[in-house]
């Protein structure tokens, strides 16, 4: 599990300040691995989880300027459907790190390899290959040697429908590891009565799947009418996310589930089972 959350967030490319044209005179190709070559196409882009926050993706080439800079020539569609270059650059610590999680991408996602085990070599055509031994340690920043998750930072905005922790809008937040944040707020109004609904929810992800995601959680609650009744609720849940489209739970609308066990309903004083639904647009 450990080494499956390294996967994802180093793959997607810290991205440093863009660097102008004119500081990038073109130089050395840089091939980071065999697995995709000098050029990186679409397939290899979606496969590999390249290039997240570029929209409408061509190819990419990676290039060693002359001063010794390393960055990417990434080209995209534009909205006129003409094609646009962006440049992107990069450290030699990021790219070799980089490199390393690309020749190992499958066996790091099983959890069947370490980093590290074996450093990568990145080629460059036309002049020294790169490796490891060229980088001072030293001066490493902080982006360089984090270990990264292999979720993404995202927000949530969706509607929950729990006994436990409220009905209503809802709007989650998971900052890149294993815990994720809801809030659930809501009126209900009936013929004759008003009610207001607040709830959290607090999730601790038991799987770092980028396809669907089983978590444990504390929930709790109130449940008023505007007087004197309020109906506090505390939960132990356990539940399951998963996309309604797509194959992943970023960029996309996703329905889950979970059962509390026990629950404690104060009003009555009982201890029961509690369950909820949601339904949620992760960005």
């Given at each position: ?80 459907g003409k094609q646009v270059v962006k ?40 002049g020294k290959s790169l490796d490891w ?101 505390l939960g132990l849940g356990t539940g ?44």
């Amino acid at each position: 599990m450990k080494n499956r959350l390294l996967v994802l967030a180093s793959l997607t490319f810290t991205l440093l300040p863009p660097a102008t044209a004119s500081a990038q005179t073109l130089a050395d190709t840089v091939v980071l691995s065999s697995r995709i070559g000098e050029v990186i196409n679409q397939t290899e882009r979606a496969h590999y989880h390249l290039f997240p926050v570029d929209t409408n993706f061509v190819s990419a080439i990676f290039f060693r300027s002359s001063d010794g800079n390393f960055f990417a020539r990434v080209t995209l569609l534009g909205p006129d459907g003409k094609q646009v270059v962006k440049n992107r650059t990069y450290t030699a610590a990021l790219l070799l790190q980089l490199a390393e999680k690309i020749n190992h991408y499958e066996d790091l996602v099983a959890d069947n390899y370490t980093m590290g085990k074996d450093p990568a070599t990145i080629q460059i055509i036309g002049g020294k290959s790169l490796d490891w031994s060229q980088v001072d340690t030293k001066y490493l920043r902080a982006q360089d040697t984090a270990v990264a998750s292999e979720y993404r930072a995202y927000r949530s905005i969706g509607f929950q429908v729990s006994t436990v922790s409220g009905i209503g809008i809802s709007y989650g937040i998971n900052e890149q590891n294993n815990c994720y944040l809801r809030a659930t707020g809501g009126l209900i109004t009936t013929s004759n009565q008003s009610y207001y609904s607040f709830g959290i929810d607090c999730q601790y992800e038991l799987t770092k799947n980028k396809s669907f995601k089983v978590f444990i959680g504390l929930g709790c609650g109130i449940i008023g009418d505007f007087g004197s009744s309020t109906h506090p609720t505390l939960g132990l849940g356990t539940g399951i996310e998963a996309p309604v489209t797509g194959s992943d739970i970023f960029e996309n609308v996703t329905v889950g589930g979970e059962i509390y066990c026990p629950t404690i309903y104060f009003s009555s004083g009982t201890i029961s089972l509690g369950v909820g639904i949601f339904t949620s647009y992760n960005f």
